[in-house]
């Protein structure tokens, strides 16, 4: 089955800054990559998403960027903000549909922006 | 507005006793799933289900049970045989198609 490495697990960068989370996948068949963030006693929320067909998205201040030959995706975010301070999950899926094999989660990054 | 509730945000039981959690939607999901976290732990499957009236066990279903009677609804049995119960449950719902899941806040679970 599939298997997903975040990196770090851990992140502390100044305000203002940017910061770079990196997870990797093992399955080849993956086209789809959705990235989410988890406040603290909340569920998590998807920020961005995207597919094998593209290799970059942006979406205001967050990015993800894919490479499918090395297999693996980053999830980029610029100007940093205290209220982006939160655990961050990729995941990746290679299911057509609602099967539980369709979504692999990566363990997470505790993402701390430092005023 | 659309959503899934789970309910109630904080549990707290007994060790021995069987305990349910809820998780209703309104989106009209065919598929509904039921995750556990532990700190430092990515997101493990329990059980998960694409239609009513049909579930399957996930990576570690080993002490809870599930139904589906109801499409909006996919409760969780946290039983007695868990072994560990203590933990943040997560139901979450996805629609058709190689998209994205959509998850409830979650019920904090503690059993002393």
């Known amino acids: 089955g599939e298997n997903v490495e975040q990196h770090p697990s851990t992140l502390s960068v100044q305000e203002g800054d940017s910061a770079v989370i990196k997870c990797t996948y093992s399955d080849s068949a993956s086209n789809y990559f959705p990235w989410y963030k988890q406040e603290l006693g909340k569920g998590p929320q998807l920020i961005i998403d995207?597919?094998?067909?593209?290799g970059e998205k942006k979406d205001q201040r967050i990015a993800v960027t894919l490479n499918k030959t090395a297999k693996h995706f980053s999830l980029h975010i610029t100007e940093t903000q205290p209220e982006d301070s939160a655990v961050y999950f990729c995941?990746?899926?290679?299911?057509?549909?609602?099967?539980?094999?369709?979504?692999?989660f990566g363990k997470g990054t505790h993402l701390i922006i430092q005023p | 507005d659309g959503g899934i509730t789970q309910s109630p945000k904080y549990l707290f039981r007994k060790e021995g006793q069987n305990v349910t959690l809820s998780c209703e939607q309104n989106?009209?999901?065919?598929?509904m799933y039921w995750y556990r976290q532990d700190p430092g732990q990515g997101l493990r499957l329990i059980y998960y289900?694409?239609?009513?009236?049909?579930?399957q066990k996930g990576d570690i279903a080993e002490g809870y049970s599930v139904s589906r009677e109801k499409k909006e609804s996919f409760p969780l049995t946290v039983t007695s045989a868990q072994k560990n119960p203590t933990a943040f449950y997560l139901c979450?719902?996805?629609?058709?198609?190689?998209?994205?899941?959509?998850f409830g806040n979650g019920t904090r679970l503690t059993v002393t």
């Open positions: 289900s694409q239609i009513v009236n049909d579930f």
């Open positions: 995207i597919r094998s067909n593209v």
């Open positions: 995941a990746a899926s290679a299911g057509a549909g609602g099967g539980a094999d369709g979504l692999t």
């Open positions: 979450a719902s996805r629609p058709p198609g190689n998209s994205p899941l959509h």
């Open positions: 989106l009209n999901h065919d598929a």
